[in-house]
């Protein structure tokens, strides 16, 4: 191979990986961490809380002074920190409801609560957290990112040479959301760093070739990498699935020991991590019994009680009949397949584009010999088909996600679908246009995870489709003020009531009529449609300010333009599709489906207020006018 006649790649690998570490360490210790993210989003409080709670109380009970701690640094609290109570462990039963195996009863003590999380991110994190406090997360987070990128060169440029391992793996860690999530204090970057240690153990002796290789290769690595396995399945249950492409690649190639030995090295460490949980809290599911979710009022804290303070949340059930619900489940999965792919929110080819850059490069030189990348290909689709058809309605994630990034225990994995690339050109590729779509999410992680909405405003993404089957779990979610806003709601003209999304902001909010809103000029307005029933057409009643303007109304793909003077009014009625069904969370009296079309509103022109009328306190640049109504 190339890379073990290139004698350059002794010296740029530590380089790199030290330059990428340093950056990283540096940003990470310097950082004002609360004010950098505005406090906490998606799940960090939970785990801040665990890290804090292990580096200074050695322990993972929640106590008042947990609270306190977190109030003291970060101003704004903590929010959506999941607790649970604990178990007194009395013996072992099986039961025949969830969660199936249980180990005693309700702790009696309404004093003793525990963290309802995963403890193994937050306990590899706990002696840097030690060290330098909330900044330790950032520290081992920086770590991590330098040994994921270490990894990579080191796989690559076996493969493709110094210079083109080094542009492959560059556009691998950087060129994707990966980075976005070393300013997390959340198991995303250690999950995705877990899968890719598991299959490097498990194929770097496969990358010398099948003469190198020898019948007994990575035998040793492929145990290794299924305790390793393990441990990332205690972290985030589905990446049990990562082992499935080792079994059946020992299985193909007759190894039955082998495999027996790889099933039973993660499930012992899996049983380890598991039985340390049910040590600490007296349950093995953590996620699982008297779990609640608390945002504003905490246990112990001026004057509550206890659990009774927060939102139960816990995870016993599989919601089979919702997943299953055959009235929209075949629609759920066939705009998810696309959406997984090529989605606006949480697209493959935008967030992560070396999959596919891999996936194509794969099928266009084959594998000579290196039949294991289609294994590796096929534990890539199995989580995918996993997360899409389990996750219809959230599947990357919910709203505070900036890509998928529940993908990202998975795509670590995906180094080894990519093959040898001689060509310079090809080689930069991934990392060429996947920065054009991540360079400005990587270079400002914290306000892209403050606001994760934010750059799918952009003409670049919204050149891709809004994920429909994630309404009510999208980054616009982030901003309240600006989504399911109702319009159109007069009985009297039978015009039924209806909401509107705002994806981006080239609308102004909704006017005091509470029935139109202003489009911004020479702007194209964009929102979903959301209605409780379905409607056979669109009305739009628009008109113009003290500036002609053309105005364009696409909905459901359909398209019209009217051309309005200087003051005037005009009417565009048009036709609608079929809606998408959405019905996650839909209420029992409702049972069937929402309706849901992407509806854009276009002005070609636009004015100031004021340069009209001097004295208006309005500095909005206005292009026309929209009051829209639905019709059944």
């Given at each position: 191979?190339?890379?073990?006649?290139?004698?350059?790649?002794?010296?740029?690998?530590?380089?790199?990986?030290?330059?990428?570490?340093?950056?990283?360490?540096?940003?990470?210790?310097?950082?004002?961490?609360?004010?950098?993210?505005?406090?906490?989003?998606?799940?960090?409080?939970?785990?801040?809380?665990?890290?804090?709670?292990?580096?200074?109380?050695?322990?993972?009970?929640?106590?008042?002074?947990?609270?306190?701690?977190?109030?003291?640094?970060?101003?704004?609290?903590?929010?959506?920190?999941?607790?649970?109570?604990?178990?007194?462990?009395?013996?072992?039963?099986?039961?025949?409801a969830s969660p199936y195996l249980v180990f005693g009863e309700p702790d009696p003590d309404p004093t003793r609560l525990y963290f309802g999380k995963s403890f193994v991110y937050p306990l590899a994190a706990s002696p840097f957290v030690y060290l330098f406090g909330t900044n330790g997360f950032l520290v081992f987070n920086a770590l991590l990112l330098a040994a994921a990128f270490w990894m990579a060169f080191t796989v690559l440029t076996r493969l493709s040479g110094t210079q083109n391992g080094l542009l492959l793996a560059l556009g691998f860690v950087f060129a994707t959301v990966v980075p976005v999530y070393a300013a997390w204090i959340t198991p995303e970057l250690f999950?995705?760093?877990?899968?890719?240690?598991?299959y490097y153990l498990w194929l770097r002796r496969h990358l010398d070739g099948p003469a190198e290789a020898g019948p007994s290769a990575g035998r040793a690595g492929a145990t290794a990498a299924a305790v390793v396995i393990g441990v990332a399945t205690f972290s985030k249950v589905t990446s049990v699935l990562l082992l499935a492409p080792i079994v059946a690649w020992q299985l193909w190639r007759r190894e039955r020991k082998a495999a027996v030995r790889s099933v039973l090295a993660c499930g012992l460490t899996g049983a380890i991590l598991f039985g340390a949980n049910v040590y600490s809290s007296g349950e093995w599911n953590y996620q699982g019994g008297d779990r609640t979710t608390c945002y504003d009022r905490y246990p112990f804290e001026g004057g509550s009680l206890g659990l009774e303070v927060c939102d139960e949340r816990g995870r016993n059930e599989a919601l089979t009949d919702v997943i299953f619900d055959p009235e929209v489940f075949w629609t759920n999965l066939g705009a998810n397949v696309v959406y997984f792919i090529a989605g606006r929110n949480s697209g493959l080819a935008l967030y992560y584009f070396p999959v596919l850059f891999g996936v194509l490069a794969m099928v266009w030189v084959g594998t000579r010999g290196e039949a294991w990348r289609w294994f590796v290909l096929g534990g890539v689709l199995l989580q995918a088909a996993l997360f899409i058809v389990s996750l219809p309605y959230t599947y990357f994630g919910s709203g505070g996600s900036v890509g998928n990034r529940y993908f990202m225990g998975v795509y670590g994995i995906c180094l080894f679908l990519i093959p040898a690339v001689r060509s310079t050109m090809t080689a930069a590729a991934p990392l060429v246009i996947g920065s054009v779509f991540m360079a400005g999410l990587v270079l400002h992680p914290f306000d892209t995870s403050v606001r994760p909405y934010q750059h799918a405003k952009s003409d670049?993404?919204?050149?891709?489709?809004?994920?429909?089957?994630?309404?009510?779990?999208?980054?616009?979610?982030?901003?309240?003020?600006?989504?399911?806003?109702?319009?159109?709601?007069?009985?009297?003209?039978?015009?039924p009531g209806f909401q509107i999304y705002y994806l981006d902001d080239n609308s102004y909010l909704q006017e005091a009529d509470k029935l139109s809103l202003w489009v911004r000029g020479e702007s194209r307005a964009e929102w979903l449609v959301k209605t409780e029933r379905p409607v056979r057409r669109l009305r739009m009643l628009v008109r113009a300010g003290p500036v002609a303007t053309a105005v364009t109304v696409t909905a459901g793909g359909r398209r019209q333009e009217l051309d309005l003077a200087a003051?005037?009014?005009?009417?565009?009625?048009?036709?609608?599709?079929?809606?998408?069904?959405?019905?996650?969370?839909?209420?029992?009296?409702?049972?069937?489906?929402?309706?849901?079309?992407?509806?854009?509103?276009?002005?070609?022109?636009?004015f100031y207020p004021r340069d009209f009328e001097p004295e208006s306190p309005d500095v909005r640049f206005l292009g026309v006018l929209v009051t829209p109504y639905v019709i059944p």
């Open positions: 191979m190339i890379a073990a006649r290139d004698a350059g790649r002794r010296w740029v690998s530590p380089v790199a990986t030290l330059a990428v570490a340093l950056t990283y360490t540096v940003v990470a210790l310097t950082v004002n961490v609360p004010e950098a993210g505005d406090g906490f989003f998606s799940d960090e409080a939970t785990y801040y809380l665990m890290g804090r709670s292990i580096a200074v109380d050695g322990d993972l009970q929640y106590r008042r002074e947990d609270i306190e701690r977190a109030r003291r640094e970060f101003p704004k609290g903590p929010t959506g920190v999941f607790l649970k109570r604990g178990v007194d462990v009395t013996g072992v039963r099986l039961t025949t999950n995705f760093t877990l899968g890719l240690l598991a670049l993404f919204r050149a891709f489709p809004v994920e429909l089957t994630n309404v009510n779990d999208l980054p616009a979610m982030n901003q309240q003020e600006r989504v399911r806003i109702w319009y159109g709601d007069n009985p009297a003209l039978g015009h003051g005037t009014s005009g009417e565009m009625v048009i036709e609608l599709p079929r809606g998408f069904p959405y019905k996650n969370a839909r209420p029992v009296e409702s049972p069937g489906p929402a309706w849901v079309w992407v509806v854009s509103v276009a002005s070609s022109a636009g």
